[in-house]
């Protein structure tokens, strides 16, 4: 089955600065890979997500990037707010299609 | 909110009890999951359906049955309580990807604890 690894598991930055969170993922077949963000006590919300035949999406101050050559996948986050802070999952889409394996987590913490 | 409830969102058990976490929806759609959340480890998947009473196995299925006897609700049972099943579950919807996406949406989750 899919094995999806996400690194770093903590990160703080400093108010303004970028953070980026990198996953990696074993099935080829895989083609779709969303994150999502948890903030405390709180349920997991899609934040963005990309498909396999795009290298590169954007929504304001968040992208994702994709190499599926290599496959691994990336959340950059700029200008970092104290409201940033949470936890991030990265996930795959099975090539069965039928279900997410997510990552284990970042916690981000934007330090004022 | 958005279409999805569990029930209860607290629960404290004795071990050996059997319990069970319902999931309903009012989206009508195909798919649905149950994860449970602990630390270290994210989300990690316990069983999914892919329709009425139809449904499969994730990666951490043992100590656990589902059924799902209608497109609305899915349910999940510690057929009897461990401690090592005290966690957050979370139940998630998704759509028929041609038509609404891949995209889950979660539910706000319910928190087990065995004693």
């Known amino acids: 089955g899919e094995n999806v690894e996400q690194h770093p598991s903590t990160l703080s930055v400093q108010e303004g600065d970028s953070a980026v969170i990198k996953c990696t993922y074993s099935?080829?077949?895989?083609?779709?890979f969303p994150w999502y963000k948890q903030e405390l006590g709180k349920r997991p919300q899609l934040i963005i997500d990309?498909?396999?035949?795009?290298g590169e999406k954007k929504d304001q101050r968040i992208a994702v990037t994709l190499n599926k050559t290599a496959k691994h996948f990336s959340l950059h986050i700029t200008e970092t707010q104290p409201e940033d802070s949470a936890v991030y999952f990265c996930a795959a889409l099975s090539g069965s299609a039928r279900q997410l394996t997510f990552g284990s987590g970042t916690q981000l913490t934007v330090l004022p | 909110d958005a279409g999805i409830t569990q029930s209860p969102r607290h629960k404290v058990t004795e071990t050996g009890t059997p319990v069970t976490l319902r999931c309903h929806q009012t989206e009508n759609h195909r798919y649905m999951y149950w994860y449970r959340q602990d630390p270290g480890h994210g989300l990690r998947l316990i069983h999914y359906s892919y329709g009425v009473k139809d449904t499969d196995k994730g990666e951490v299925s043992d100590g656990y049955s589902v059924s799902r006897s209608k497109t609305e609700d899915f349910l999940l049972t510690l057929e009897s309580a461990t401690s090592s099943q005290t966690s957050v579950y979370f139940c998630a919807i998704r759509g028929d990807r041609d038509r609404e996406g891949y995209g889950y949406t979660f539910g706000s989750g319910t928190r087990l604890t065995v004693v």
């Open positions: 990309i498909r396999s035949n795009v």
């Open positions: 099935d080829s077949a895989s083609n779709y």
